[in-house]
């Protein structure tokens, strides 16, 4: 049984239907991705994954646990977390701020709970270990606003790993970066490959095909194609589309 899976997933807007029978599985410690052109229907579909949106028809499940429409925070409790294309960061706040915030164990203390963070030594520590391993620990006293966008986009995936979830969706996160802070973020991805599950929406077909170990092709709303990166480089559709222009 796949860890996380979605099954004839319909959702329409009005008369406009955007998600026609989706199903889609993901496998506990593999990469999937998820690629289409704009306006296909991908963020959507995360939407409805997280529980942003509730399908019109089928069924989300978490470790055979039905979740479909339950709210976004319920799934997040589940063990699923969540980047977005806009970036959602406290700005006024630190680096290890905005870490030591999200440690389910900071939230658990309620009132002043930051200030209590910053007294125990465990959570400290925990934070700083999150840190390190986005490559922040040297900028944990910098003011989040103060990073540049790409170490806010590491600084994003920080925080969702600190929520310790089993599952992580990373929205479109190579979006606004250059060829350096794509490398960078590519890096990063390839470190927690293995270590937690991972599905990327992603436009860039290069660093999406250099890390996926599977891929779901959506167009008009529907999974048009599947199959691991270099099945899709033979794909007929893909290579007809712009999906396809990879060196």
Same mark, same amino acid.
């Given at each position: 049984m796949?860890?996380f899976e979605?099954?004839?997933?319909?959702? *329409?807007?009005?008369?406009?239907?955007?998600?026609?029978?989706v199903?889609?599985?993901?496998?506990?410690g593999?990469?999937?991705?998820?690629?289409g052109?704009n306006?296909?229907g991908?963020t959507?579909?995360?939407?409805?994954l997280t529980g942003?949106?509730?399908?019109d028809?089928?069924?989300?499940?978490?470790? +055979?646990?039905?979740?479909?429409? *339950?709210p976004?925070?319920?799934i997040?409790?589940?063990?699923v977390a *969540?980047s977005f294309?806009?970036?959602?960061?406290?700005?006024e706040?630190?680096?290890?701020e905005?870490?030591?915030?999200?440690?389910?164990?900071?939230?658990?203390r309620?009132?002043d709970?930051? +200030?209590?963070?910053?007294?125990?030594?465990?959570?400290?520590?925990?934070?700083?270990?999150?840190?390190?391993?986005?490559?922040?620990?040297d900028h944990?006293?910098d003011?989040?606003?103060s990073?540049?966008?790409g170490?806010?986009r590491?600084?994003e995936? +920080?925080?969702?790993l600190a929520?310790?979830?089993?599952?992580?969706?990373?929205?479109?996160?190579?979006? +606004?970066?250059?060829?350096?802070?794509?490398?960078r973020?590519?890096?990063?991805v390839?470190?927690?490959?293995?270590a937690?599950?991972i599905?990327?929406?992603?436009?860039?077909?290069?660093?999406?095909?250099s890390?996926?170990d599977?891929?779901?092709?959506?167009h008009?709303?529907?999974v048009?194609?599947?199959?691991?990166?270099?099945?899709?480089k033979?794909?007929?559709?893909v290579q007809a589309?712009?999906?396809g222009r990879?060196?």
């Amino acid at each position: 049984m796949a860890l996380f899976e979605a099954s004839d997933l319909h959702l *329409r807007f009005g008369d406009r239907v955007v998600l026609e029978n989706v199903s889609l599985a993901f496998e506990a410690g593999r990469l999937s991705g998820i690629m289409g052109p704009n306006g296909a229907g991908k963020t959507t579909c995360f939407n409805v994954l997280t529980g942003r949106y509730k399908p019109d028809r089928g069924r989300v499940l978490l470790e +055979g646990r039905d979740i479909t429409g *339950r709210p976004p925070q319920d799934i997040a409790r589940l063990g699923v977390a *969540r980047s977005f294309q806009l970036m959602s960061l406290f700005d006024e706040f630190t680096v290890f701020e905005n870490v030591a915030i999200a440690l389910p164990a900071t939230r658990r203390r309620g009132h002043d709970a930051l +200030g209590q963070a910053y007294a125990d030594p465990a959570l400290v520590s925990e934070a700083y270990a999150i840190l390190d391993q986005v490559g922040l620990a040297d900028h944990a006293d910098d003011p989040a606003k103060s990073l540049s966008y790409g170490a806010r986009r590491a600084l994003e995936i +920080g925080v969702a790993l600190a929520c310790r979830p089993k599952l992580l969706f990373l929205d479109e996160p190579t979006a +606004g970066l250059g060829s350096d802070g794509r490398a960078r973020l590519a890096q990063l991805v390839g470190k927690l490959k293995g270590a937690l599950t991972i599905v990327i929406i992603e436009h860039d077909m290069e660093f999406l095909f250099s890390l996926a170990d599977e891929i779901s092709v959506i167009h008009w709303g529907q999974v048009i194609a599947r199959g691991t990166p270099a099945e899709l480089k033979t794909n007929a559709w893909v290579q007809a589309s712009n999906l396809g222009r990879l060196n």
